[in-house]
């Protein structure tokens, strides 16, 4: 191997790792910094051979009724279009709910506790269905039945920046922090 080859062979594998070194630093950044808020689950059904073992979360806030909004914008929304939710702590208990959209995050940063980026799947007369990112939660093989299980009552911490990205933090069932060894 000519020293020209050896050179351009370590500048590959350094490209590679630096890249992957920044993947792993934001999503710990993420993780360790973002605004930690708590969202509800609502039962799914998931099952998938080729993913591997995981579950399906779904939100209270990914179903979003606009006629139920604390501000109405008056904005239609579109497929596959990025929209923010503002979130809100609920009165009675420790989870957040939407309590504005808006299709720019400035418009809400500042006046809520958290806003969280997310993609609209579907509309339908007043209603947007959106997912977040955060939808998905890998399990070891064979434990995902317990969550599925007690989904009623499942909740999830979830870290969100300041740009609305999110990640989930722990998942608890019944109160109780879900903890693989």
């Known amino acids: 191997m000519t020293k020209y080859k050896k050179i351009l062979f ?16 934001k999503q710990e950044k993420l993780l360790s910094g973002g605004t930690k808020i708590i969202l509800k689950c609502v039962p799914v059904d998931p099952r998938s051979l080729f993913s591997g073992d995981y579950v ?4 209270e806030i990914t ?6 909004l604390k501000v109405k914008t008056g904005i239609s929304f579109s497929m596959d279009q990025t929209i923010y939710v503002a979130l809100e ?8 709910n939407a309590a504005e959209v808006s299709t720019d995050i400035k418009s ?14 579907y509309t339908y007369d007043n209603s947007i269905y959106v997912r977040y990112g955060v939808e998905n939660y890998f399990v070891p093989q064979n434990k995902g039945h317990y969550i599925e299980a007690n989904m009623d009552s499942t909740t999830v911490e979830v870290s969100i920046d300041e ?3 999110s990640a989930i933090s722990r998942l608890f069932v019944k109160d109780s922090e879900v903890v693989f060894y």
């Open 89 to 96: 702590k609920d009165a009675s208990d420790s989870h957040y």
């Open 10 to 25: 370590f500048i590959i594998v350094a490209a590679q790792l630096t890249v992957l070194g920044s993947m792993i630093f």
């Open 63 to 68: 179903n979003i009724d606009t006629e139920k």
């Open 163 to 165: 740009k609305g990205n």
């Open 108 to 121: 809400l940063s500042g006046r809520y506790p958290a806003v969280i980026r997310g993609n609209v799947e």
């Open 56 to 59: 399906i979360l779904r939100y």
